[in-house]
């Protein structure tokens, strides 16, 4: 019988769910070759420490291991007197990237004598982000054909998917949204890690089941759930960011578009020159920040933005998977005007973002399928109806309205929920009404005065007694003119 915080694990390294990398046998190699210095580097969460420790427990080698990190004071002194120290056994030193430059001038040293002495009591092993091998070469240019670099990418669909297939097969679940996590995790460990637990929590599954549990949750209404939770923390770490070292709300915020180019990078790494150069019109002001020094500022006085993302002088680094995750989910748009940005403008996620009740699934699933193929954007969850046609209507559209779709198409029937729309119209629904970004689909002559902030707007029509593929059709090139106008 397992328990769930031991198969998808949150903290501390995986055991049932553990999946080997690419490199694994790479770091194998290494391990069994004296003395020879090992670099492992890459974005957090994709299973750096794990892969080590994992390999050093199947070569019998732990009671050999000191684990050390640069971010705790008492190893910083440790590590700078491990130069003096004879057989050090195996020394892993994490997030490297943040010792000091003179300590990293030693540990190259080192690292060259243990190599050419092919030291059989002494190694070491370095964690650490992008170039953190070359952080260590520029000490030592002669390391190069004495250490293994090796680079630690975001993981294959492949293995994310054999992650979840383990954690399904330990605790006897069926996970509807496996697909839809494989993408969301863009080759991170520890966000397939996070979402899955977060669906077996919801579903109230703590260990494994007796029967085979097929789970049929919503995979929008799970991530925003831990968006919101991360909201906690993450949220005033983003407006210290975005709001910069000298905050000018007329200005051309080019904080709040380093953080935009960091979430939409597909990496968590952002190289600036890159970006400046991707984006012309910002490059004076980014620029600016950077080569006076306010960026460095930043991070000196702002211990949140530093625990979480770290700066070279070039590039801007995520530290922490989690805000990785939250990042990616900000509502930007939204997130502007909240810091007093009203003149940044940033591109909406969806087009359009479907909301209806499970017994008008299939017009819906028609509208969505002819608005994606004309090519348009559309948020549609396929696994929301046993949550609209319930209680919980706001847990259901709160995502839709947070995906900052830039039209909301409202699918009106008798079945959708009257009494907890009206609470719901008057918390998120009247602004967008105002903004002209609401549209009605009322379907077989619904009262639309039941829906009192729509009552006075126009809206389309759908009759099941009627043609129901020439309506569709219909709907779908009003949909099209009307998004063309803007």
């Not at 990398?21 to 190699?29: A, D, N």
Request: overall charge negative; aromatic content about 10%; charged content about 25%.
């Amino acid at each position: 019988m397992a328990e769930l915080q031991d198969v998808f694990k949150t903290g501390g390294v995986p055991t049932v769910t553990f999946v080997k990398p690419l490199e694994y046998p790479k770091i194998i190699l290494n391990l069994k070759t004296a003395g020879r210095g090992l670099v492992i580097e890459g974005p957090s969460g994709i299973g750096k420490t794990t892969a080590i420790l994992k390999a050093i427990e199947e070569l019998g080698l732990a009671d050999r291991v000191v684990r050390l990190s640069a971010r705790k004071k008492k190893d910083i002194e440790y590590i700078s007197i491990i130069p003096d120290l004879n057989d050090i056994g195996i020394v892993i030193i994490d997030d490297f990237h943040k010792l000091p430059d003179t300590i990293k001038s030693q540990l190259a040293d080192l690292i060259k004598t243990f190599a050419d002495e092919e030291a059989v009591k002494s190694k070491l092993i370095v964690l650490g982000i992008n170039e953190a091998g070359q952080s260590l070469i520029k000490f030592a240019p002669d390391l190069v054909n004495r250490i293994d670099i090796i680079r630690f990418e975001n993981s294959t669909d492949a293995k994310i998917s054999e992650l979840i297939e383990k954690g399904e097969t330990e605790l006897n679940i069926d996970i509807n949204i496996r697909d839809d996590i494989v993408k969301e995790s863009n080759g991170g460990f520890y966000i397939a890690q996070m979402l899955c637990s977060e669906i077996c929590l919801r579903e109230g599954i703590l260990e494994t089941c007796d029967d085979l549990r097929k789970i049929n949750t919503s995979f929008e209404s799970v991530k925003f759930a831990i968006w919101k939770r991360l909201s906690n923390t993450f949220f005033s770490v983003c407006k210290a960011f975005a709001l910069g070292a000298r905050y000018r709300p007329e200005g051309r915020a080019p904080y709040l578009h380093m953080l935009n180019w960091l979430a939409n990078s597909g990496d968590w790494v952002l190289n600036i020159p890159d970006a400046m150069r991707n984006n012309p019109d910002m490059r004076l002001s980014v620029g600016q920040v950077v080569e006076k020094g306010y960026l460095n500022e930043l991070f000196q006085r702002t211990p949140g933005v530093s625990a979480v993302l770290h700066f070279d002088g070039r590039n801007l680094v995520v530290e922490d998977p989690q805000f990785v995750f939250y990042i990616r989910n900000m509502p930007w748009a939204k997130f502007a005007k909240e810091l007093g940005f009203n003149n940044i403008e940033f591109k909406n996620k969806y087009d359009f973002a479907l909301s209806f009740a499970g017994s008008q699934r299939e017009i819906a699933e028609k509208i969505f399928e002819g608005l994606s193929e004309e090519e348009f954007s559309v948020f549609y969850d396929k696994y929301e109806q046993h949550r609209i046609i319930a209680s919980n209507l706001e847990e259901y559209l709160e995502p839709i309205y947070q995906s900052e779709a830039r039209f909301i198409i409202c699918i009106l029937s008798t079945e959708y929920p009257r009494k907890i729309w009206t609470t719901f119209e008057a918390k998120y629904i009247g602004a967008r009404v105002q903004l002209g970004e609401i549209i009605p689909v009322v379907v077989d002559g619904t009262s639309i005065d039941a829906f009192s902030s729509l009552s006075k707007i126009g809206h389309l029509s759908f009759d099941r007694t009627r043609d129901f593929d020439a309506q569709i059709a219909e709907i779908v090139n009003t949909l099209k003119k009307k998004l063309s106008e803007i």
